[in-house]
């Protein structure tokens, strides 16, 4: 009877490590599989961008295509400089960093630095609110909001401008800034803040000599993230901006970026096939480059600055 029990026992335990043994073997199976979708879905986007402009620069050269400063694709006589979308896109990138990035980063500081705990967890919940706002919603606020008051303090700015769609996109990526460095700061050791009060530093300097530095790697890739996200906004800048694709260099004319080019030629009157509608991949491949070099430079100044405790 006794040997019957130890043998049951034995055999209840043997099927118990069998079926943790098949289950550790199914949950990696499971996550490999989500993560070859990813990486497959990764692939099938460039392979189509890839695939489309092809047949774009097939009839148009990419040496043309790279350097000309007209982009009139819909016009009667065309032309296919993109450089135009380009420098419209790289404008409203730079308003918005110069709104964004100092922003970001002096509210990062306060909520590592200064903020009483009762006061970050009401103001990091509030702040990060902005980033669910519908950018729609962004791009009727700049255009009914921040352009008139731009048309009062400078009136030569035009309804659609650059100047106001910059600032709200860099009010747009302000809380991606902020959270993702705060992040970063909050993981600096204590231990290096209790050294600097040690040796007399102030709060200020602790903050900006010993904690920013610390957390560069991180509060660069935040830095990059939200450039990336000003670099592909759509509907703040199709709503503000305008849609107007030249070569200028004042912010407070209309201008035309690359996803805003890309949202009005897919509209559905354009014909499919045709030079017209390759645009689209064309300059879908040109903001997937700029964005792909972006992340990259970001990755390698990550990997550069770390710092490990």
């Given amino acids: 009877m006794a040997d019957t029990e130890l043998t049951t026992g034995i055999s209840k335990q043997l099927k118990r490590k069998k079926t943790w043994f098949s289950s550790d073997n199914l949950m990696p199976t499971i996550l490999s599989v989500f993560a070859l979708i990813s990486i497959l879905t990764t692939i099938g986007i460039v392979a189509i961008l890839v695939f489309e402009s092809i047949g774009f620069f097939r009839e148009i050269p990419f040496l043309d295509f790279l350097t000309g400063t007209k982009w009139t694709p819909l016009f009667a006589d065309p032309e296919f400089g993109v450089l135009p979308l380009i420098t419209g896109t790289m404008m409203i990138t730079l308003i918005g960093s110069v709104v964004a990035l100092p922003l970001g980063l002096g509210s990062a500081i306060y ?30 606020f700049a255009l009914t909001f921040v352009t008139p008051i731009l048309k009062w303090l400078m009136p030569q700015t035009e309804v659609f401008n650059a100047l106001s769609a910059g600032i709200v996109v860099g009010i747009m990526i302000i809380p991606m800034i902020s959270s993702l460095s705060e992040d970063a700061m909050v993981a600096v050791p204590r231990s290096l803040r209790a050294a600097a009060y040690a040796l007399g530093s102030t709060k200020l300097e602790v903050a900006i000599k010993i904690v920013v530095p610390a957390a560069f790697s991180g509060i660069v890739s935040s830095f990059v993230l939200g450039l990336s996200r000003a670099v592909g906004e759509t509907m703040i800048v199709t709503l503000a901006a305008g849609n107007l694709a030249h070569m200028s260099y004042n912010p407070l004319e209309s201008i035309q970026t690359l996803t805003a080019y890309i949202v009005s030629v897919s509209s559905g009157d354009t014909q499919h096939g045709t030079v017209e509608y390759l645009t689209i991949y064309a300059v879908g491949i040109t903001l997937f480059v700029i964005t792909l070099i972006m992340n990259i430079l970001a990755s390698y100044i990550s990997r550069k600055f770390r710092e490990e405790y």
Wanted: no cysteine.
């Fill in 111 to 140: 909520l590592s630095e200064y903020a009483p705990d009762r006061v970050r967890a009401v103001l990091k919940p509030v702040l990060e609110i902005l980033a669910g706002i519908p950018t729609i919603v962004y791009g009727f």
